[in-house]
């Protein structure tokens, strides 16, 4: 028991701080919210550091339940630190809009806990309350600015169909438990590899898939990305399309290849399906938008649609590659968030629009390079970081024999690049819409400046870590 | 403790014999058999009711009978604190609490006539396309062999159920249960940030402050003069 603990420690820091800091919330109020968010930061980068110490050997941790490995370990880092830096946003934007209250902190520190569960999940009952775990605390935050009846709703939208969802998820883990006899990954994979996949295991893949399609908002389970995105305050949009993302596609992950191993012809049908559909939809819906926040919704879609396709490969690069996907998806995702929350008017209100930012190149020309490179970086084109991403998942592909599929997914990444361009075409190229408000923020600068460097060619050295990183935390699920 | 799993088994519904006292083992078989079948078929009708019913306060009606007859279910399955539990929490708290819901709803019933017409053929799509998929369902079911009665849980009948619950929840499933510990905490905080505000102008009584409070301080003595009142 007390070597289980020892694991588990990554989670035991951080639920001990949100505790705590929900003592300094109690006693000291909204004033201490700034203090909390900063001691979260510390909470996270302190999980962070412990995770590769604690996990270097791997282990398993109480009876199966819990898998520390140096895959659960690479997707923990990733969590930790997106959701630090997502966290980070909220300081300065709730300060002027609404109030900034010291539970905000404390619920994202219990959301990146159920976060690392789901990344360490053994078991489908481990798989779940993490999920729940996680999702609950982001329903709460979506209607965190709960004056506005945009954010309210959002709330509402997200926890009713995050709901439904989990209902078709636990309906598809009991019938994989019902038919497998077991409720554990290592159990369901011996099952099936014994006795073959029999229709019952069939059908709960089917829903458990489902369920956690929801989760990463792949299509035809992505209904709610673009209202919830639009609706829930800007910071949080920013945390939902960072570190959840990277949980729930961990959590995929590793349901497919630990649990579902040996169905990999079943699961490869569906996961195939839900890539080609959502790249295809995130990019064709895109192209209409006007509200900023709802096209990166449909570029989340479109993005995931893209990890889906080195995870439908099934083989360690594939792993390794949707891996080194959401990495990248997670800097460029987080660099484009902060320039959206620079986005406010002469009046210090945020707009959202895309027009707004007209002629961004000549009033405020850092912040338009800096949005530049990030576009053309999630559009793929080469010489920047978000190349490589998309790369290695056709590459996975290609090597694991679905050629067309990455064939299909270069066609539609050009789709993609269609609305990516707009934006740079709207900030370079169109008359000047009015400037936004010039204020410093110094986090805000660092967090951009950072992102930028990092999908900039000098990303490049970044690269073989990376992806030697990656490559051996794929190795873990095999 | 551990006598139970050592004696004589019945061979076709696994129990042991010493769990039969009163009736030889198929007939007791027989029972159990068509008490499942009244159960089951109940929860089923009364699951269908429960979306079909117009009225909103009879649907919660179904849902009650339905939980009620998941409920022995359980019992049949020698599962009596999953049992009680589904009675005493889905039944005396959930139900209770979705009548009162539904009956603080304003439900317009001629507005929710009108649009039947209107998703009728919708609805009739939906029904076809379940309706086949339920009989691929069992032509499938009927085809591949289920077997899940096999792989049904052991249980020691001679340990009680509250019991050998309480000791895989501490053991094998502590993790779980601590972290389902953090979810009840994230509902509750949710809770409070959703619903929780300060309001001003209140006058909140505060005990310290009124029982530091001393004579002297509230009371002031004066001497008025005959016929002049008192100026406070």
């Known amino acids: 028991m007390g070597y289980s603990l020892v694991l588990t420690l990554p989670e035991i820091i951080l639920s001990a701080s949100a505790i705590a800091l929900l003592m300094v919330a109690a006693f000291a109020g909204d004033k201490a919210a700034r203090l909390s968010t900063w001691l979260a930061v510390l909470a996270f980068i302190g999980a962070a550091l412990v995770v590769p110490g604690v996990t270097g050997p791997g282990g398993i941790a109480f009876n199966g339940l819990f898998v520390a490995d140096s895959f659960a370990a690479f997707a923990k880092i990733l969590i930790y630190v997106a959701a630090a830096i997502a966290m980070l946003s909220a300081m300065s934007w709730f300060a002027r809009d609404g109030v900034y209250r010291t539970e905000y902190p404390v619920l994202i520190l219990l959301s990146s806990v159920g976060m ?36 309210a709703e959002a709330g509402l939208k997200y926890f ?23 409720t554990s990954f290592e159990g369901i994979a011996a099952a099936i590899a014994t006795d073959g996949i029999s229709t019952g295991e069939l059908f709960g893949i089917v829903f458990v898939l489902a369920g956690l399609a929801f989760k990463v908002s792949a299509v035809p389970f992505h209904m709610w990305t673009p209202d919830v995105y639009e609706g829930a305050p800007t910071p949080v949009t920013a945390f939902f399309a960072s570190a959840p993302k990277v949980a729930a596609m961990a959590l995929l992950t590793r349901v497919t290849i630990e649990a579902l191993g040996a169905a990999t012809f079943e699961w490869r049908q569906i996961v195939i399906f839900m890539a080609l559909a959502s790249t295809i939809l995130g990019g064709v819906a895109a192209i209409g938008q006007q509200n900023i926040k709802r096209l990166l919704a449909y570029s989340s879609i479109n993005n995931v649609g893209f990890a889906l396709i080195g995870l439908a490969a099934g083989t ?21 968030f902060f320039v959206v929350l620079r986005m406010r008017d002469e009046a210090g209100q945020p707009v959202e629009t895309i027009v707004s930012l007209s002629g961004l190149s000549r009033t405020r020309p850092a912040l338009a390079a800096a949005m530049a490179m990030f576009m053309f970086s999630i559009a793929g084109i080469p010489p920047l970081m978000g190349f490589w991403p998309k790369f290695y998942v056709f590459e996975a592909a290609v090597a ?17 690049a269609f609305y990516y361009l707009r934006i740079i075409k709207v900030m370079y190229f169109d008359d000047p819409a009015p400037a936004f408000e010039a204020r410093r923020d110094l986090v805000s600068s660092a967090v951009i400046l950072a992102a930028a460097l990092f999908v900039s060619p000098l990303g490049w050295f970044a690269l073989e870590p990376l992806g030697t990183a990656s490559l051996n935390a794929a190795g873990a699920l095999f | 403790m551990g006598a139970g799993l050592g004696r004589e088994h019945c061979r076709r519904c696994a129990l042991p014999l010493s769990r039969q006292p009163n009736l030889k083992g198929h007939d007791r078989n027989v029972i159990q058999t068509f008490t499942f079948y009244l159960f089951a078929t109940i929860v089923i009708a009364s699951g269908a009711l429960t979306i079909l019913s117009r009225n909103p306060v009879h649907s919660v009606l179904w849902l009650i009978l339905a939980f009620f007859n998941a409920a022995g279910l359980m019992l049949i399955l020698g599962a009596e604190f999953i049992a009680m539990l589904l009675v005493i929490v889905y039944v005396g708290a ?12 304003d439900v317009d ?17 939906m029904a076809v396309v379940l309706l086949a998929e339920m009989i691929f369902a069992v032509a499938a079911w009927n085809a591949g062999g289920v077997s899940v009665a096999s792989k049904a849980a052991p249980v020691d009948p001679s340990v009680p159920n509250i019991e050998a619950l309480g000791t895989v929840l501490f053991t094998r499933y502590l993790y779980i249960f601590e972290a389902a510990g953090l979810v009840l905490l994230v509902a509750m905080i949710g809770a409070i940030v959703l619903t929780h505000r300060t309001r001003s102008g209140l006058r909140p009584q505060n005990p310290s402050e009124q029982n ?7 009371t002031r003595n004066m001497n008025p003069g005959i016929g002049q009142g008192v100026e406070l």
Do not use: C, H
């Open chain 2, 109 to 125: 019933f001629a507005e929710m006539r009108a649009g039947f017409a209107r998703y009728a053929g919708f609805g009739a799509l």
């Open chain 1, 160 to 182: 009713v169909l995050g709901a439904l969802a989990s209902g078709i998820l636990l309906y598809g883990v009991s019938l994989l438990y019902g038919f497998s006899g077991s």
């Open chain 2, 212 to 218: 530091r409070r001393r004579p002297e301080e509230a």
């Open chain 1, 316 to 336: 360690p690069e594939g792993v390794a590659s949707v891996l080194f996907y959401m990495t990248v998806y997670v800097v460029m995702t987080l660099g484009t």
């Open chain 1, 400 to 416: 694991a024999n679905l050629t067309w599929l990455a064939a299909v997914g270069i066609a539609t990444s050009v789709i993609g």
């Open chain 1, 116 to 151: 690392g569960m789901m990344a360490s999940a053994g078991d489908l009952i481990t798989l779940y309350v993490g999920l729940e775990l996680q999702s609950l605390a982001a329903y709460v935050l979506a209607s965190f600015q709960r004056k506005d009846s945009r954010s």
């Open chain 2, 94 to 105: 959930v139900a209770v609490l979705f009548l009162f819901v539904v009956m603080m709803l």
